[in-house]
């Protein structure tokens, strides 16, 4: 009897421990998700607002400084957003599928330069909002920098398409 009640005791703890086990991996894994989610809607944001300002750079769409005006803004404002628990570890491409993200490990080494790459994102961004609905060449002038600072984070951090 003894031993039947030890042998019970035992499972039952064992059964306490590997759920608790299981509850935080399925926790960090739903984290890891969520940060995944956040991330890339906050970089279609990005590429939203930046493709009005990139096709009227270019000539493909007209011109229109309320429309100009307000999509530098969108990327001003998205470049100041704390955007540090949109990286947690286990994150990159080492750890997830490369469907699910391009992000290369190199973001969280501790001569990672990504925030001096983002902090030029926050400063052509805030020259762009200053530029954008100040005329047709004052946007052309300012949207090289917010495309040098993007492709400053892309090269280096994330994984090429090709």
């Given at each position: 009897?003894?031993?039947?009640?030890?042998g019970l005791t035992a499972l039952?703890?064992?059964?306490?421990?590997?759920?608790?086990?299981?509850?935080?991996?399925?926790?960090?894994?739903?984290?890891?998700?969520?940060?995944?989610?956040?991330?890339?809607?906050?970089?279609?944001?990005?590429?939203?607002?930046?493709?009005?300002?990139?096709?009227?750079?270019?000539?493909?769409?007209?011109?229109?400084?309320?429309?100009?005006?307000?999509?530098?803004?969108?990327?001003?404002?998205?470049?100041?957003?704390?955007?540090?628990?949109?990286?947690?570890?286990?994150?990159?491409?080492?750890?997830?599928?490369?469907?699910?993200?391009?992000?290369?490990?190199?973001?969280?080494?501790?001569?990672?330069?990504?925030?001096?790459?983002?902090?030029?994102?926050?400063?052509?961004?805030?020259?762009?909002?200053?530029?954008?609905?100040?005329?047709?060449?004052?946007?052309?002038?300012?949207?090289?920098?917010?495309?040098?600072?993007?492709?400053?984070?892309?090269?280096?951090?994330?994984?090429?398409?090709?």
């Amino acid at each position: 009897m003894k031993k039947t009640f030890a042998g019970l005791t035992a499972l039952v703890l064992a059964g306490a421990v590997a759920s608790t086990t299981f509850a935080h991996l399925a926790h960090a894994d739903t984290a890891v998700e969520a940060a995944l989610k956040a991330r890339q809607s906050h970089m279609q944001l990005y590429a939203f607002n930046i493709g009005l300002l990139g096709g009227m750079a270019k000539g493909e769409i007209d011109y229109n400084a309320d429309a100009a005006s307000a999509a530098a803004t969108n990327l001003a404002a998205l470049a100041k957003l704390d955007q540090s628990r949109y990286w947690p570890e286990g994150s990159s491409t080492l750890d997830l599928s490369p469907d699910q993200t391009a992000a290369l490990p190199d973001i969280w080494d501790d001569d990672s330069e990504i925030g001096a790459k983002a902090m030029a994102l926050v400063e052509a961004t805030a020259a762009m909002e200053s530029a954008a609905g100040n005329g047709l060449d004052s946007l052309r002038g300012a949207i090289g920098a917010v495309g040098e600072s993007c492709g400053g984070c892309h090269k280096p951090y994330r994984q090429s398409d090709d």
